[in-house]
């Protein structure tokens, strides 16, 4: 029995086994997970900078007693608030994603403050790749990139798909399957 067999009772439920529903779909939720990950390990290093430079600067007597207690306590407050951001963030946007895959294309709804719903014909899709990160792999996911004809918005990428549905959403919207003339 292989890790995926033992783990598959947390794993989101199997996929259609068409791609094309029609229907709106969620991005996989293991992404909050991934972009907690992701955000919280980048946030927290750049947020520690500051300190380590204001400790620094206190310890070789450049900064009074003071002024070092009140800013190490502010900016020990703002390391706070930038990773509750980090950790808060990626289900609030988690929330506002959704995707649709019909004949005609694909269409992806995104924004929580300023929403956006962007449509990809397949007769104006030029190719498309999925990529994975090494924590995304870890976790089975894929960012979707479809590259279209144009250049406003010419590459339009969709994180945190399942890898099967990455694939098959590459698959669908190839190229080769529509013609000018639909």
């Not at 991934?34 to 070789?60: C, D, E, M, Q, Y």
Request: charged share 20%.
């Amino acid at each position: 029995m292989d890790d995926r067999d033992q783990t598959s009772n947390s794993d989101p439920a199997p996929a259609p086994a068409s791609i094309v529903d029609g229907q709106e779909h969620r991005v996989d939720p293991r992404s909050v997970k991934v972009a907690r990950i992701i955000g919280v390990s980048v946030t927290l290093p750049l947020a520690l900078i500051p300190l380590i430079f204001v400790t620094i600067g206190w310890a070789l007597g450049g900064i009074p007693s003071p002024v070092y207690f009140a800013l190490f306590a502010g900016l020990l407050l703002l390391l706070a608030l930038l990773v509750l951001f980090a950790y808060r963030w990626p289900a609030v946007r988690h929330e506002r994603l959704r995707y649709l895959v019909d004949e005609g294309g694909l269409r992806i709804r995104r924004g929580v403050f300023w929403r956006k719903v962007v449509w990809i014909p397949i007769s104006r899709v030029q190719h498309t790749d999925f990529s994975q990160g090494p924590v995304q792999r870890s976790f089975g996911l894929a960012t979707l990139t479809v590259h279209t004809a144009g250049t406003a918005g010419a590459s339009i990428s969709l994180g945190g798909l399942e890898h099967g549905i990455a694939t098959r959403l590459c698959d669908h919207l190839r190229p080769d399957r529509a013609t000018d003339a639909d």
